[in-house]
């Protein structure tokens, strides 16, 4: 059974900065740089969006326009992990950041081209 644990949401002032880390474990079938990743987004009361993904080497990286040069997607192939850099946050940043894998190597933002989930971390960006 394949787990993605995330972690690193908190409350921060607008203007400041988070990072989020997404733990991946349980049995893959290929190595792990064979599978894409990204991070999703849920305002309070809206769908969940695309926020950021990454192919499965890292080569390709798609960004959603909001947060365009605001946010970083990394990922940490030897320890299976991802990671979400959240820089100049807004208060509509605020919501639950959920990070996803794909069974293929890139699959852009799209949720419904994701096959694991994450349960979650609550970021809120309020004064």
């Known amino acids: 059974q394949l787990q993605l644990v995330e972690s690193g949401g908190d409350l921060v002032q607008p203007g400041g900065s988070l990072r989020l880390s997404c733990a991946v474990s349980?049995?893959?079938?290929?190595?792990?740089?064979?599978?894409?990743l990204a991070w999703f987004h849920q305002a309070p009361g809206k769908d969940r969006e695309g926020v950021a993904c990454?192919?499965?080497?890292?080569?390709?990286?798609t960004y959603a326009e909001s947060v365009k040069d605001r946010f970083t997607v990394s990922r940490d192939n030897a320890g299976s992990m991802v990671y979400l850099q959240m820089n100049s946050l807004k208060p509509e940043d605020t919501g639950v950041y959920y990070c996803?894998?794909?069974?293929?190597?890139?699959?852009?933002?799209?949720?419904?081209?994701?096959?694991?989930w994450g349960q979650g971390t609550q970021v809120t960006v309020s004064s």
């Open positions: 996803a894998l794909s069974n293929y190597s890139y699959r852009g933002l799209k949720s419904v081209n994701y096959d694991y």
């Open positions: 349980g049995s893959l079938r290929f190595t792990f740089d064979s599978y894409g």
């Open positions: 990454l192919s499965g080497d890292g080569g390709i990286t």
